[in-house]
């Protein structure tokens, strides 16, 4: 989970800061960009950058905690292309990770409303598997049919690096604490038949 909510100083990015790089961007042929953070959301500016980038022609992406959608779903619908919601588990493990007791129901509520702007808009989620987590991988499928969701990918936690405003990289007792062990990431291996 990203630790932006640990810090007291924050500097999101504004239009006069986007505004240099189009050039760069145009040059380059930027055709996606993926809105991420912290929450992207809690950006007050980020209609206008949206807007800067949809005239560039350039694929958007949000990232999200999903703990807004319901809020923006209107501006959500109209800006951006897509949404990938973070999902830790089902109802129950997904709230106490995030620490709100209706994460999960806010996650659906957003996701429902955007519909009702754009009934074929996708949304999928995304799954950073951790020990706890191991063992839910069939219960992560089951939540996201739940939330009528489009798809869901799973990922392996970021242990080493200070990305996430963390400060420095993770101890190693604080990554064997998340960490899956080699038996266990075998059992996340797909089994194929035929």
């Known amino acids: 989970m990203c630790d932006i909510w640990k810090t007291k100083e924050t500097r999101s990015l504004r239009p006069p800061d986007l ?3 189009i050039e760069s961007i145009r040059r380059l042929g ?24 949809q005239r560039e022609q350039i694929r958007l992406t949000l990232l999200t905690t999903g703990l807004l ?5 209107a501006q959500i ?3 951006f292309d897509d949404v990938i919601v973070s999902l830790d588990g089902p109802e129950k493990v997904h709230n106490a990770i995030r620490r709100m007791d209706k994460a999960f129901s806010m996650l659906q509520s957003g996701a429902a ?17 951790t020990k706890s987590e191991s063992c839910l991988r069939t ?28 400060p420095v990289a993770w101890s190693s007792d604080r990554r064997s604490e998340v960490a899956l062990s080699v038996e266990k990431s075998a059992l996340l291996r797909p089994k194929w038949s035929r």
């Open 113 to 129: 409303a955007i519909r009702c702007e754009r009934p074929s808009f996708a949304i999928t989620a995304r799954n950073h598997h």
């Open 30 to 53: 930027v055709r996606w960009v993926v809105f991420s953070g912290g929450e992207p959301l809690l950006n007050r500016e980020w209609p206008q950058l949206c807007l800067m980038l």
């Open 69 to 73: 959608l319901e809020k923006y779903a």
């Open 77 to 79: 619908a109209e800006s």
């Open 139 to 166: 219960r992560n499928v089951s939540s996201c049919k739940q939330l009528n969701l489009n798809g869901i990918s799973f990922l392996a936690a970021d242990l080493t690096s200070e990305a996430f405003n963390r």
């Open 19 to 21: 505004e240099p790089h």
